[in-house]
């Protein structure tokens, strides 16, 4: 098994470019089912889960061509069954339901797997779909949905969920009459995701916004568009910069999009200024302690939690993270405090008293965001630092070990 190895210490300096947002890449492409004719996308990042979504598109017959830049046409789909094997592996599989109901009339997909950092249960997409007509079963841990054409309805998310507004959006582009989705998420990847179904044809307004209304069309057509940059990746980044007393040019971001990160960091002590093409973000050693909370976007993501503890943990104070979005979200900690963190946690808080270093230690990886924070640990931490476990970090980080290398980190990636 793959082993990350950092020797900790080094100043992070120079230009880092952020890749495609995997969050937004993999609803992007999963549209393309809904459309007979080549799609072309741009910026697509390298991961495993882009890799595990071309899969299981290829399954359903569809045609698969390139890599940052994919060319998919899902004229023939042969099978709409999304099988275990490939489902168990990530959670956002479940985008495939919508789109397949939508435009076949019928769809089976496994229960969806991925990170263990809480339930986040299917059953808002599945309440969503019968609203909208669709018959719903569970067998062997399979969702099987059918329905003639589906009907616009009246959706409120009992919680805001980004796969589920993703997911019904997808389907009701093709619904017959008008939906409206109530308490929709409005993370910039959902814009991204309406941006694109627009330019195949369909009626959206509010994307963005809490109410999203789709009007429902017979069909749509092939589109050519960009996948948005990732934002947790870039706010990752910023965060080496802090740690490390580092001076980072974050190119390719969108810094709109980063509003209460840089909020935050600036608050922790960190020099952040706008430059053309991205961010320039200057770390201070001295590091002023805060709190966090994390909350649906446009508050604090949830997936920048684990990272920001990090820092805090080299803090000059005492600062507790409330962790509002998901109930596991903690399990870094353990490792964390492996390596010199003093972190209690407390429900869904946690209390980060700073200290004045970090030591390097073996340490296991528990679901991606953890890993990068582990990462991040180890650039900061004295001595050495091995990460095992770090398929995690392949989900969502796009060649992390060469990038930092680039801006004067000293990390290597051991094959196992």
Same mark, same amino acid.
């Given at each position: 098994m793959d082993k990350i190895i950092i020797h900790g210490g080094k100043r992070l300096e120079g230009d880092v470019r952020v890749s495609g947002a995997k969050n937004a890449a993999l609803p992007v492409i999963v549209s393309s089912l809904l459309t007979d004719g080549w799609n072309v996308f741009h910026n697509v990042p390298d991961l495993a889960d882009i890799g595990t979504i071309k899969k299981l598109l290829t399954g359903f017959g569809a045609e698969i061509e390139g890599d940052e830049t994919l060319r998919i046409?899902?004229? #023939?789909?042969?099978?709409?069954?999304?099988?275990? /094997?490939? @489902?168990?592996?990530?959670?956002?599989?479940?985008?495939?339901?919508? +789109?397949?109901?939508?435009?076949?009339?019928?769809?089976?997909?496994?229960? +969806?797997? $991925?990170?263990?950092?809480?339930?986040?249960?299917?059953?808002?997409?599945?309440?969503?779909?019968?609203?909208?007509?669709?018959?719903? /079963?569970l067998h062997d841990g399979y969702v099987e949905a059918r329905a003639p054409r589906l009907k616009g309805a009246t959706i409120y998310f009992d919680i805001s969920t980004v796969t589920g507004t993703e997911n019904i959006m997808m389907a009701a582009s093709l619904a %017959? $009459?008008?939906?409206?989705?109530?308490?929709?998420?409005?993370?910039?990847? @959902?814009?991204?995701?309406? /941006? @694109?179904?627009?330019?195949?044809?369909?009626?959206?307004?509010?994307?963005?916004?809490?109410?999203?209304?789709?009007? $429902?069309?017979?069909?749509?057509? +092939?589109?050519?568009?960009?996948?948005? +940059? /990732?934002?947790? %990746?870039?706010?990752?980044?910023?965060?080496?910069?802090?740690?490390?007393?580092?001076?980072?040019?974050? &190119?390719?971001?969108?810094?709109?999009?980063?509003?209460? @990160?840089?909020?935050? &960091?600036? #608050?922790?002590?960190?020099e952040i200024t706008p430059i053309d093409g991205g961010l320039r973000v200057v770390g201070n050693r001295n590091i002023t302690s805060v709190d966090v909370k994390t909350l649906p976007y446009p508050g604090f993501p949830t997936d920048l939690q684990a990272q920001m503890m990090v820092l805090m943990s080299m803090g000059g104070g005492v600062s507790v993270i409330k962790e509002t979005v998901f109930e596991n979200r903690f399990m870094h900690v353990n490792e964390l405090t492996r390596m010199g963190a003093n972190i209690t946690v407390e429900g869904n808080s946690a209390i980060v008293r700073g200290v004045s270093e970090l030591r390097g230690a073996p340490v296991m990886a528990t679901d991606l965001r953890a890993s990068a924070s582990l990462i991040l640990a180890g650039l900061v931490a004295e001595d050495t630092t091995e990460i095992s476990r770090i398929y995690h970090i392949n989900r969502g980080y796009e060649h992390i070990e060469e990038k930092l290398s680039s801006i004067g980190a000293d990390i290597r990636r051991v094959k196992g």
């Open positions: 046409n899902a004229g #023939e789909i042969t099978s709409c069954e999304a099988p275990y /094997d490939l @489902v168990r592996t990530m959670r956002a599989s479940i985008l495939v339901l919508g +789109p397949l109901v939508a435009r076949m009339g019928r769809a089976r997909v496994s229960l +969806p797997g $991925g990170c263990a950092i809480g339930a986040r249960p299917v059953n808002l997409h599945l309440k969503a779909l019968q609203s909208m007509g669709a018959e719903i /079963d %017959e $009459g008008t939906t409206i989705l109530e308490n929709a998420a409005r993370e910039p990847e @959902v814009i991204n995701l309406a /941006d @694109v179904l627009k330019g195949m044809g369909a009626k959206i307004r509010g994307a963005g916004t809490d109410i999203v209304e789709i009007e $429902g069309v017979k069909t749509l057509r +092939p589109v050519e568009a960009d996948i948005i +940059p /990732d934002r947790i %990746e870039a706010g990752t980044y910023m965060i080496a910069a802090g740690l490390t007393g580092g001076d980072i040019n974050i &190119l390719g971001c969108m810094p709109g999009h980063l509003d209460a @990160v840089i909020t935050k &960091l600036k #608050e922790a002590g960190m």
